[in-house]
Every structure is written in structure tokens, then in C-alpha cells.
């Protein structure tokens, strides 16, 4: 079992996410209405260390819900972890399985994860062997 990631872990990733969909940090200061060169999210992004304090530089509250309205995302979206989609994708096929099961009445489920099992096991020859 993953450890449960700290709220500030969580804006983290989030952020990345946002700099991987604009292209840098200076382009989410740009969308988000920041001079370009504004230091907060850089900073944020690399884990750089304040040197007054000697921790890294995390992400508060009210940074997270001006980025969360200013790029109308819902509130609490910097908060909460990326679900497996958003970070492999629609079209990885593990998406893809989740999101039918997803789709399924509760009742069938059972019986497609059986499939899904039986599709997982070694392949074996009419001999028995692999």
C-alpha cells in the first residue's frame, strides 16, 4: 500500500500537471494573469529551500484556490490527487479497463474482473505446458 501523499505532495503534482499541459511555468503565470517572471510557482515546482527557513517552498491555501479560480478548475481540484486517467491518459488500455468497470452495473463486475483474470493467467500448450 502507497503512502498517502501530503496536501502540499498533492498541489505539487498538480502543478507539474499544469506546466506539462502550458509548456513552462512561465506560461501558467502568464494564463493565471502573474508577470511571467514571477518567482512563487518556480519555486513551488523545484522544491526550492527558503533560506530563512531552511524548508521548502510548498504551496498554501490561498495560492491553490486563486490558481483553482482563476483557471476555473473547481475548488479543492489542486487538493485533490490526479486520478490514474488524468495521469496515464484515456487511451492506456489500464484506463480504459477501469472505465468500463467504472460503467458496469455493481452486479457484473464480479464477473468481468474473472474474465479479465482468466485473460491475465500464463498461457498454457494442449501438453499443459507453457
Known amino acids: 500500500m502507497s ?3 501530503t496536501v502540499f505532495e498533492t ?4 502543478l507539474a500537471m499544469l506546466v506539462k499541459k ?5 506560461n501558467v503565470n502568464r494564463a493565471l494573469g502573474w508577470d511571467v517572471t514571477n ?4 519555486q513551488i515546482h523545484n522544491r526550492s529551500i527558503r533560506s530563512d527557513r531552511g524548508t521548502p517552498f510548498e ?11 482563476k483557471l476555473n478548475l473547481g475548488l479543492g481540484w489542486m487538493d485533490t ?3 490514474y486517467a488524468e495521469l496515464h491518459g ?7 479497463v477501469m472505465l468500463l468497470l467504472e460503467a458496469m452495473p455493481p452486479d457484473q463486475r464480479p464477473t468481468a474482473v474473472r474474465l479479465l483474470d482468466a485473460l491475465a493467467q500464463p498461457a498454457t500448450g ?5
Open 126 to 130: 494442449t501438453d499443459g505446458k507453457q
Open 3 to 5: 503512502a498517502m501523499q
Open 39 to 42: 518567482a512563487r510557482l518556480y
Open 90 to 96: 484515456e487511451e492506456d488500455p489500464r484506463t480504459k
Open 11 to 14: 498541489r505539487r503534482n498538480r
Open 59 to 69: 504551496m498554501g491555501d490561498p495560492t491553490a484556490r486563486e490558481i483553482e479560480e
Open 81 to 83: 490527487p490526479p486520478a
Open 22 to 26: 502550458h509548456g513552462s511555468v512561465a
